[in-house]
Protein backbone atom coordinates (compact mmCIF):
# COMPACT_ATOMS: atom_id res chain seq x y z
CA UNK A 1 0.00 0.00 0.00
CA UNK A 2 1.36 3.42 -0.95
CA UNK A 3 0.73 6.82 0.79
CA UNK A 4 0.96 9.81 -0.71
CA UNK A 5 1.05 12.98 1.81
CA UNK A 6 -1.41 16.17 0.99
CA UNK A 7 0.16 19.06 2.44
CA UNK A 8 -2.71 20.57 4.30
CA UNK A 9 -3.98 22.15 7.72
CA UNK A 10 -7.06 20.22 8.63
CA UNK A 11 -7.58 19.27 12.26
CA UNK A 12 -10.23 17.92 13.98
CA UNK A 13 -12.23 17.62 17.46
CA UNK A 14 -14.48 19.92 19.63
CA UNK A 15 -16.83 21.83 17.56
CA UNK A 16 -18.62 20.22 15.02
CA UNK A 17 -22.44 19.35 12.36
CA UNK A 18 -23.83 16.35 11.92
CA UNK A 19 -24.32 13.94 8.57
CA UNK A 20 -24.90 10.81 6.98
CA UNK A 21 -22.12 9.08 6.04
CA UNK A 22 -21.27 5.93 4.11
CA UNK A 23 -18.45 4.14 5.99
CA UNK A 24 -15.93 1.66 5.03
CA UNK A 25 -14.72 -0.61 7.69
CA UNK A 26 -10.96 -1.70 7.47
CA UNK A 27 -8.63 -2.65 10.09
CA UNK A 28 -4.78 -1.38 9.76
CA UNK A 29 -5.81 1.59 6.82
CA UNK A 30 -6.06 4.65 8.62
CA UNK A 31 -6.75 7.60 7.11
CA UNK A 32 -5.86 10.71 8.80
CA UNK A 33 -6.75 14.51 7.95
CA UNK A 34 -4.21 16.04 5.28
CA UNK A 35 -2.94 12.85 3.86
CA UNK A 36 -4.21 10.74 0.59
CA UNK A 37 -4.94 6.85 0.72
CA UNK A 38 -5.44 4.98 -2.42
CA UNK A 39 -7.64 1.78 -2.17
CA UNK A 40 -8.47 -0.79 -4.88
CA UNK A 41 -12.47 -1.75 -4.41
CA UNK A 42 -13.67 -4.91 -5.53
CA UNK A 43 -16.77 -6.02 -3.15
CA UNK A 44 -19.75 -5.74 -4.73
CA UNK A 45 -21.23 -3.97 -1.73
CA UNK A 46 -18.42 -1.62 -1.64
CA UNK A 47 -18.76 -0.45 -5.61
CA UNK A 48 -21.84 0.68 -4.62
CA UNK A 49 -20.81 2.51 -1.83
CA UNK A 50 -18.49 4.21 -4.49
CA UNK A 51 -21.59 4.69 -6.80
CA UNK A 52 -23.26 6.27 -3.97
CA UNK A 53 -20.59 8.64 -2.86
CA UNK A 54 -19.74 9.79 -6.13
CA UNK A 55 -23.46 10.58 -7.05
CA UNK A 56 -23.54 12.39 -4.16
CA UNK A 57 -20.52 14.68 -2.42
CA UNK A 58 -17.60 12.31 -3.09
CA UNK A 59 -17.11 11.78 1.10
CA UNK A 60 -16.79 8.66 2.75
CA UNK A 61 -16.05 8.02 6.16
CA UNK A 62 -12.68 5.60 6.81
CA UNK A 63 -13.05 3.57 10.19
CA UNK A 64 -11.66 0.76 12.35
CA UNK A 65 -13.57 -2.11 14.37
CA UNK A 66 -12.58 -3.63 17.48
CA UNK A 67 -12.07 -6.86 18.42
CA UNK A 68 -16.44 -7.16 18.89
CA UNK A 69 -16.80 -6.28 15.05
CA UNK A 70 -18.10 -2.55 16.28
CA UNK A 71 -17.21 0.44 15.37
CA UNK A 72 -14.44 2.58 16.99
CA UNK A 73 -16.35 5.82 17.99
CA UNK A 74 -13.80 8.00 15.37
CA UNK A 75 -12.44 7.74 12.18
CA UNK A 76 -11.78 9.76 9.28
CA UNK A 77 -13.64 11.27 6.72
CA UNK A 78 -12.15 11.09 2.86
CA UNK A 79 -13.05 12.51 0.05
CA UNK A 80 -12.74 10.71 -3.55
CA UNK A 81 -10.32 12.89 -5.28
CA UNK A 82 -9.69 10.85 -8.19
CA UNK A 83 -10.70 7.36 -9.31
CA UNK A 84 -11.07 5.11 -11.96
CA UNK A 85 -13.00 2.41 -13.53
CA UNK A 86 -10.87 -1.10 -14.34
CA UNK A 87 -11.84 -3.38 -17.46
CA UNK A 88 -13.14 -6.11 -14.36
CA UNK A 89 -15.23 -3.73 -12.64
CA UNK A 90 -12.74 -2.56 -9.63
CA UNK A 91 -12.61 0.60 -8.92
CA UNK A 92 -8.87 2.48 -8.41
CA UNK A 93 -9.65 5.29 -6.15
CA UNK A 94 -7.49 7.99 -3.73
CA UNK A 95 -8.81 9.36 -0.91
CA UNK A 96 -7.98 12.26 0.42
CA UNK A 97 -8.42 13.03 4.37
CA UNK A 98 -10.38 15.54 5.71
CA UNK A 99 -11.75 15.98 8.82
CA UNK A 100 -12.21 13.41 11.91
CA UNK A 101 -15.91 12.40 12.65
CA UNK A 102 -17.59 10.57 15.27
CA UNK A 103 -20.32 8.03 15.24
CA UNK A 104 -23.62 9.07 16.67
CA UNK A 105 -25.16 5.88 15.49
CA UNK A 106 -25.55 3.32 12.38
CA UNK A 107 -28.44 3.92 10.32
CA UNK A 108 -31.22 1.24 9.09
CA UNK A 109 -29.82 -0.84 6.16
CA UNK A 110 -30.89 -0.05 3.27
CA UNK A 111 -27.94 -0.70 0.79
CA UNK A 112 -25.42 -3.46 0.94
CA UNK A 113 -22.81 -0.60 2.57
CA UNK A 114 -23.11 0.58 5.76
CA UNK A 115 -24.58 4.49 6.59
CA UNK A 116 -24.34 6.02 9.82
CA UNK A 117 -25.36 9.55 11.42
CA UNK A 118 -21.89 10.57 12.30
CA UNK A 119 -20.61 14.36 13.67
CA UNK A 120 -18.18 16.21 11.75
CA UNK A 121 -15.29 17.44 14.12
CA UNK A 122 -13.41 20.77 14.03
CA UNK A 123 -10.64 21.99 16.14
CA UNK A 124 -10.18 25.22 17.27
CA UNK A 125 -6.86 25.11 18.16
CA UNK A 126 -3.82 26.34 17.38
CA UNK A 127 -1.42 24.55 15.26
CA UNK A 128 1.43 23.63 17.56
CA UNK A 129 4.58 24.71 16.13
CA UNK A 130 7.48 22.15 16.06
CA UNK A 131 11.13 22.57 16.67
CA UNK A 132 14.21 21.67 14.21
CA UNK A 133 15.18 19.00 17.40
CA UNK A 134 11.77 17.50 17.88
CA UNK A 135 12.13 17.03 14.30
CA UNK A 136 15.23 15.29 14.91
CA UNK A 137 14.02 12.98 17.76
CA UNK A 138 10.90 11.87 16.05
CA UNK A 139 13.16 10.74 12.47
CA UNK A 140 15.75 9.45 14.17
CA UNK A 141 13.25 7.28 16.42
CA UNK A 142 11.47 6.27 13.42
CA UNK A 143 15.20 4.84 11.80
CA UNK A 144 15.98 3.29 14.80
CA UNK A 145 12.19 1.47 14.62
CA UNK A 146 12.25 0.30 10.51
CA UNK A 147 15.70 -1.04 11.79
CA UNK A 148 14.91 -2.71 14.49
CA UNK A 149 11.66 -4.19 12.32
CA UNK A 150 13.75 -4.34 9.05
CA UNK A 151 11.93 -1.77 7.26
CA UNK A 152 13.29 -0.51 3.82
CA UNK A 153 12.06 2.74 3.32
CA UNK A 154 13.80 6.26 1.97
CA UNK A 155 13.22 9.02 4.10
CA UNK A 156 14.84 11.94 2.36
CA UNK A 157 11.45 12.17 0.91
CA UNK A 158 9.54 13.25 4.17
CA UNK A 159 12.65 14.88 5.61
CA UNK A 160 11.87 18.29 4.45
CA UNK A 161 8.12 18.37 5.00
CA UNK A 162 6.79 19.50 8.03
CA UNK A 163 7.15 17.69 11.49
CA UNK A 164 3.12 17.52 11.92
CA UNK A 165 2.77 15.58 8.52
CA UNK A 166 5.97 13.59 9.00
CA UNK A 167 4.37 11.83 12.18
CA UNK A 168 0.94 11.58 10.19
CA UNK A 169 2.92 9.76 7.23
CA UNK A 170 4.63 7.78 10.51
CA UNK A 171 0.99 6.59 11.82
CA UNK A 172 0.10 5.08 8.62
CA UNK A 173 2.38 3.60 6.97
CA UNK A 174 4.36 1.93 10.09
CA UNK A 175 2.17 -2.08 11.11
CA UNK A 176 1.47 -0.47 14.37
CA UNK A 177 -1.25 -2.44 16.35
CA UNK A 178 -5.04 -1.18 15.11
CA UNK A 179 -5.85 -0.03 18.54
CA UNK A 180 -2.64 2.81 18.86
CA UNK A 181 -3.44 3.76 15.32
CA UNK A 182 -6.73 4.40 16.98
CA UNK A 183 -5.27 6.19 19.49
CA UNK A 184 -3.01 8.40 17.59
CA UNK A 185 -6.38 9.16 15.25
CA UNK A 186 -8.70 10.40 18.34
CA UNK A 187 -5.57 12.79 19.56
CA UNK A 188 -6.79 16.32 19.40
CA UNK A 189 -3.52 18.42 18.76
CA UNK A 190 -0.16 17.36 16.68
CA UNK A 191 2.04 17.94 20.26
CA UNK A 192 0.11 14.92 21.79
CA UNK A 193 -0.07 13.21 18.92
CA UNK A 194 3.50 13.22 18.66
CA UNK A 195 4.63 12.62 21.97
CA UNK A 196 2.41 9.36 21.46
CA UNK A 197 3.38 8.55 18.41
CA UNK A 198 7.26 8.67 19.78
CA UNK A 199 5.43 6.42 23.05
CA UNK A 200 4.42 3.75 20.34
CA UNK A 201 7.85 3.89 18.88
CA UNK A 202 9.89 3.31 22.09
CA UNK A 203 7.73 0.52 23.47
CA UNK A 204 8.27 -1.31 19.83
CA UNK A 205 11.72 -0.99 20.26
CA UNK A 206 11.60 -2.53 23.47
CA UNK A 207 9.63 -5.36 22.82
CA UNK A 208 12.16 -5.58 19.79
CA UNK A 209 14.98 -5.43 22.31
CA UNK A 210 13.43 -8.26 24.24
CA UNK A 211 12.27 -10.74 21.76
CA UNK A 212 15.83 -10.84 20.65
CA UNK A 213 17.49 -11.13 23.87
CA UNK A 214 15.08 -14.06 24.79
CA UNK A 215 15.89 -15.90 21.01
Do not use: W
Not at 56 to 84: A, P, W
Not at 101 to 126: C, G, H, M, Q
Not at 161 to 168: A, G, L, V
Amino acid sequence: MSIRLVIEKNSHKLCFHKMELAVFPLNGAVLFPGTSLPLNIFENRYIEMINYSLARDRLIGMIQTNEKGMFYEVGCVGKIHSFNETGDGRYLISLQGTKCFKVISELKPIYSFRLVEANILENKKEEYVFSDKEKSIILQKYKDYMKAKKIELNLQEIENIETDQIIKFIAMVSPFKDIDKQALLETEDSFDFFKKLLSILELELAGELLNSTIN
